[in-house]
Nanobody
Framework: QVQLLESGGGLVQAGGSLRLSCAAS????????MGWFRQAPGEEREFVAV????????YYADSVKGRFTISRDNAKNTVYLQMNSLKPEDTAVYYC????????????????WGQGTQVTVSS
């Protein structure tokens, strides 16, 4: 089992920045890939970014490319999502997720999820 705990959400003005953290515990290893997803009210949960814990390779959704950066600190079992130039449309609950195997943008392929952290961007 893997437990994930997100933190760092909050209220920020458009153009501002936030950094989300996802602390992992339990049976994590370098074979895992860690993803960030988000879900706005009335919308489906969508992919944001993913990182391989083994080699640090990343992949982003087009909507956040160039503004968000995913990174990891394997010593701390923590993954981060640095969010810059935030827009009101980035408002959502952000979830951290983990899976073994290859990187994936599909939420149904992730076995472990955190409880989510709210990000609200005001205009």
């Amino acid at each position: 089992q893997v437990q994930l705990l997100e933190s760092g959400g909050g209220l920020v003005q458009a153009g501002g920045s936030l950094r989300l953290s996802c602390a992992a515990s339990g049976r994590t290893s370098s074979t895992y890939n860690m993803g960030w997803f988000r879900q706005a009210p009335g919308e489906e949960r969508e992919f944001v970014a993913v990182i391989s814990l083994s080699d640090g390779v990343t992949y982003y959704a087009d909507s956040v490319k160039g503004r968000f950066t995913i990174s990891r600190d394997n010593a701390k079992n923590t993954v981060y999502l640095q969010m810059n130039s935030l827009k009101p449309e980035d408002t959502a609950v952000y979830y951290c997720a983990a899976r073994q195997g290859s990187r994936s943008v599909r939420r149904e392929e992730y076995a472990y999820w955190g409880q989510g952290t709210q990000v609200t961007v005001s205009s």
